[in-house]
């Protein structure tokens, strides 16, 4: 579809009062969930009524903002690793189910090419989200979908076998619901954490704490990296305990900000930060400005250029502003000799600057939401609540997050498969 035809997420259906199955919230997992759910009834030849409510006025809004506007719809080679929140055998035995081929497929039949960035990034041809948004709406009208929007569930209640839910557009009852609700990330879009309330409402616990994913770290006013703010260079980023144990690392690219960090290698520790610190305040975070090379390594280097001024030895491998400021805080010479002491001070500084982090830009910067609802809790061969016969979940309302890349894309795609179809063949078969 070409992205200068009419958005068919503009229009909206009234709620019937009546549904086999409710998908709530219509956002990437959700539009998924319905239209598996619509293809494999037909299948069946059985159809069945599938209607997805969203809160959103216009349907979407994280789809539209992802990867800069133009959807990084997937990665090229995803594996559990890539993921944290539930345990990596958990979130394999998902993402089997709908891999990257499966994704590149379905789109394609959409007829939606996507191209692989040297990043391993896939984006749609038309570098344009909104051809990634229009034809899954297409394809869950296709489905037999309705759509339906803005109505915000207030209430899911069970009752006589089946769901009352209570919404803003009017009550609809169903025989199945399947929660795509989103986490916290992103609160505009409609993902502001009622679909944690709801489920928990319906008996399911939430893992602790619930953290924003994905997300810019601030440091203290007037830091000296906040004046570095629009640079960006690889870096490795390196979190630990106070013992000095290693307890998670990233390498890749990282802004400085005005009031912090950001960029991908900031962005995928941030989640890890969050959680580790509120279980140990001790933790720490250190940025080595020159990646792959440790302490000793940049010591010899710098030793054996002593020949040479400390801020061109420096300038040969990092930005200027960057140097002249490692050389300001070190203390160390910028030029002439640069004494034994003063080159181990900003070898530290290179290598290892402590971060001392006050917070994050929060949920309405957050790209995803670290926790949710564990998937213990859930029947993984069918994304069906474990607690809650008829209910089932997909998407980030689950204690599922990837590091940034598309993989939350993936994850999206994968449960929201799984959700649809499992939830049409209970329907069609009982």
Known sequence: MPPSSPAPAAQSAPLPATADLLVVGAGAAGLFAATWAGRTAAAAGRPLAIVAVDSARKLGAKILVAGGGRCNVTHDAVHEGDYAGGTPPAIRKVLRRF??????????????????????????????????????????????????????????????????????????RSRSVILC????????????????????ALGHTLTSPVVPALVPLVLPPEHWITALAGLTLPTELVLGSATGRRL?????????????????????????????????????????????????????????????????????????RLARSLCEVAAAPPTGDLPRDARHRLVALATATPLP?????????????????PLTEVRLETMESRICPGLAFAGEVLDVDGRIGGFNFQWAWASGFVAGAAAATRLTTA
């Open 99 to 172: 891999g990257v081929a499966n994704t590149v497929q379905f789109f394609a039949d959409l007829g939606v090419a996507l191209k692989r960035e040297e990043t391993g990034k896939l984006f749609p041809v038309t570098d344009s989200a909104r051809t990634i948004l229009e034809a899954l709406v297409t394809a869950a009208r296709a489905a037999g979908v309705t759509i339906v929007h803005p109505a915000r569930v207030t209430e899911i209640a069970t009752a006589a076998g089946e769901f009352v839910t209570a919404t803003t557009a009017g009550t609809i």
């Open 181 to 200: 609700t989103g986490g916290k990330s992103l609160p505009k879009s409609g993902s502001d954490g009622g679909g944690l309330l709801l489920a928990t």
């Open 248 to 320: 998670w690392a990233t390498t890749g690219s990282t802004l400085c900000t005005h009031v912090g960090l950001s960029g991908p290698a900031v962005l995928d520790i941030s989640r890890h930060w969050l959680v580790a610190r509120a279980a140990d305040a001790d933790v720490h975070l250190t940025l080595n400005w020159l990646p792959g090379k440790t302490a000793e390594a940049a010591n010899r280097w710098l030793v054996a250029e002593q020949g040479r001024d400390a801020l061109p030895t420096l300038r040969d491998r990092l930005p200027d």
């Open 357 to 373: 982090i006050v917070g994050d830009r929060g949920f309405a910067a957050a790209e995803a939401t670290a926790g949710g609802v």
